[in-house]
């Protein structure tokens, strides 16, 4: 078994951890979890024997082979599946015997080669590797090309199929899904569910950890803890620690209330049964899962647009593609304020091109595109982190914007992104790729869009920042697009989603749960897929009504927005009275306030307080109303 006996581990002056004691057993699945910075990277590293602690001794297994992902990729001239096949070393180890050993007509030597060549299961090794690239995204014309010629994104996709090639007893992966999309990461989860060895896996995407982990190694305030179960067993054991923690039992009650309220209103709207009822189910769990994150750094919320003009976007008989060849053909597409989708289609099918077809940064090549007057897009795409000025401190970027903001608000404003007051004022370059996401996003929210267009937005993020991304989107009260391979953002976040497939875009009738298999199925030869070419007819049928389903539904949303801004006002206004009451209270609870020389800051205090009770009650009044008016039009 794997062992840390007492580690600690400094890098520089810093302290990581101490005292870290453990052990993971072989066919453990562990996820190494915790926030960016605090020794997930340095505790693979220590394993690996690429670092050395400081205080304690870490324990591998003598003769247990182990694999990790490169992080850099040399411009090899290589062939691709030559490359993955490199990360097999035994197998290269026997290949070269057997060369020399042709080469010296050694019959003996030759034959007991080929013996062991069986054995490792090396005839199928090329098979394998071509496997492993397919299910990670590579077409099979891209076997036999140089690895030089890929870009960084899919040189690390190949470093990954090398590890994934090797027959380790242990397996290290740091952040593997960060350069895949949504499809990779299912074929991934499915590769990893499979393997018989040891797994340490660092991830930030819940759903992943989730399906794949058996334990949990946390990583917080210098410590280092074991737990039994999955990702989502782990957050409730933590969350009952933090919840008995009074200072932070009323942020606690409020992050539940405010996901309750939602909840609700979203209950009364679920006219797309399966989309509706997956991400209510998702909505509720966050109850569970929100005292968790009660004493997250990230703490922000998207402004309302300035204008919510309806519909934002139209596209009519559009095609759009690159050097006139298309990529996706006649798109008929309607934004309207309140649209939520999630966009959903294999590597190369143009999920990417629709984006920037919406977000104006690619022109069709036929049809037209139509933007509203007030149109207002807020873009993340992962190439604009480049665009940061690496000598600029985040208040300058923001400063930048909105010339007008006092650089104590900045401040203010950047802090519910994580940026103290020292790095908001630190220049950008050394910045690690979660922070300049980080600071892109609070960019763009400071805009105030009344489009959200976001691809890979969770690129580099840690969990606590997804979980505050997840609620911020929830309140957005204009139109959003999402490509993303984390699926719990999307299930809690969108509630319809399109299918970039073949050339055309098409509503996705299965919930997200249901993609996965779905994805299993289109892979399969055609006359063995479950329901094949009569489901797609079926889904051809049923488009037509679809469609007009959608007009009757785009003009009730038209009809019913006045009373969902009444509701966003007054859900403002009980936010606001709600804290201030709080405050009254905690106010009151103090004895001091009692004595006779505060006998008129009591009086004070308690006539504001009636006067807080009476508005909130008006309030929730409104609210209520409004509900129930919205409740009889839907």
């Not at 140089?146 to 090398?162: P, T």
């Amino acid at each position: 078994m794997l062992q840390f006996e007492n580690v600690s581990l400094r890098r520089g002056p810093r302290l990581l951890f101490e005292q870290a004691s453990f052990r993971i057993y072989p066919g453990h699945k562990v996820g190494i979890t915790g926030a960016n910075g605090t020794g997930k990277s340095s505790l693979l590293a220590l394993i690996s024997r690429e670092l050395q602690a400081d205080v304690g001794d870490v324990y591998v297994p003598k003769g247990w082979v182990v694999a990790s992902v490169a992080q850099e990729t040399l411009a090899d001239s290589h062939a691709a599946i030559d490359f993955v096949l490199d990360g097999d070393k035994e197998l290269r180890k026997v290949e070269r015997a057997l060369k020399i050993a042709h080469q010296n007509d050694d019959g003996a030597r030759i034959a007991t080669l080929y013996g062991q060549l069986e054995a490792i299961d090396g005839y199928t090794a090329r098979s394998r590797a071509a496997q492993l690239l397919q299910g990670l995204g590579f077409q099979s014309e891209d076997e036999d090309r140089a690895v030089s010629e890929f870009s960084g994104g899919w040189r690390m996709r190949l470093n990954l199929s090398q590890a994934l090639m090797c027959r380790s007893d242990l397996l290290l992966l740091d952040e593997p899904t960060n350069h895949l999309d949504l499809d990779a990461v299912v074929w991934l989860e499915n590769w990893l569910l499979s393997y018989t060895g040891t797994l340490l896996l660092i991830s930030h995407d819940r759903d992943f950890l989730d399906r794949i982990t058996n334990n949990i190694v946390n990583i917080e305030r210098q410590r280092v803890r074991a737990y039994k179960g999955n990702y989502s067993a782990f957050e409730k054991l933590r969350a009952a620690y933090l919840a008995n923690q009074q200072s932070q039992y009323i942020k606690q009650q409020r992050e539940i209330a405010h996901i309750r309220s939602y909840v609700d209103r979203f209950r009364y709207k679920a006219t797309k049964a399966r989309q509706a009822q997956s991400r209510l189910k998702a909505l509720e769990r966050m109850e569970e899962i929100a005292p968790a994150h009660i004493d997250s750094p990230f703490h922000f919320s998207l402004y309302a647009p300035h204008k919510t003009p309806n519909p934002l976007l139209k596209l009519s008989g559009v095609s759009v593609g690159y050097n006139e060849t298309p990529v996706l053909s006649c798109l008929n597409l309607s934004l309207t304020p309140g649209d939520r989708i999630g966009l959903l289609g294999r590597n190369g099918a143009g999920k990417s091109t629709l984006i920037k077809l919406l977000a104006s940064e690619l022109a069709p090549l036929r049809g037209t595109r139509e933007p509203c007057k007030d149109l207002r897009v807020g873009y993340f795409a992962q190439h604009q982190l480049e665009q940061l000025h690496p000598d600029h401190s985040p208040i300058e970027h923001l400063l930048q914007i909105d010339p007008n903001m006092r650089e104590q608000e900045a401040r203010n404003y950047l802090g519910g992104f994580g940026f103290g007051n020292d790095q908001a004022a630190s220049l950008v370059r050394p910045f690690s790729g979660g922070e300049k996401s980080r600071l892109v996003l609070a960019l763009l929210v400071h805009k105030r869009p009344n489009l959200l267009l976001l691809d890979e937005p969770t690129n580099h993020l840690d969990l606590e920042m997804r979980q505050a991304l997840c609620i911020a989107l929830q309140d957005f009260s204009g139109a959003m697009v999402i490509v993303s391979h984390d699926r719990h953002l999307l299930r809690v976040t969108t509630d319809q989603l399109l299918l970039v497939h073949d050339g055309k875009v098409d509503e996705f009738e299965k919930s997200l749960d249901e993609y996965a298999k779905w994805l299993l199925n289109q892979s399969k030869p055609a006359d063995k897929r479950e329901n094949g070419e009569n489901s797609i007819d079926r889904a051809t049928v049923e488009f037509v009504n679809r469609k007009e389903q959608r007009r009757v539904e785009a003009e009730k949303r038209k009809t019913t927005q006045p009373l969902h801004n009444k509701i966003k006002q007054a859900e403002l206004l009980m936010k606001t009275l709600a804290e201030k009451k709080i405050k009254l209270e905690t106010q009151l609870s103090n004895s001091d306030i009692y004595l006779k020389i505060n006998k008129d800051k009591l009086r004070v205090v308690l006539a504001e307080k009636a006067s807080t009770d009476q508005k909130l009650k008006v309030a929730e009044a409104d609210w209520l109303s409004a509900n129930e008016q919205l409740e009889a039009l839907t």
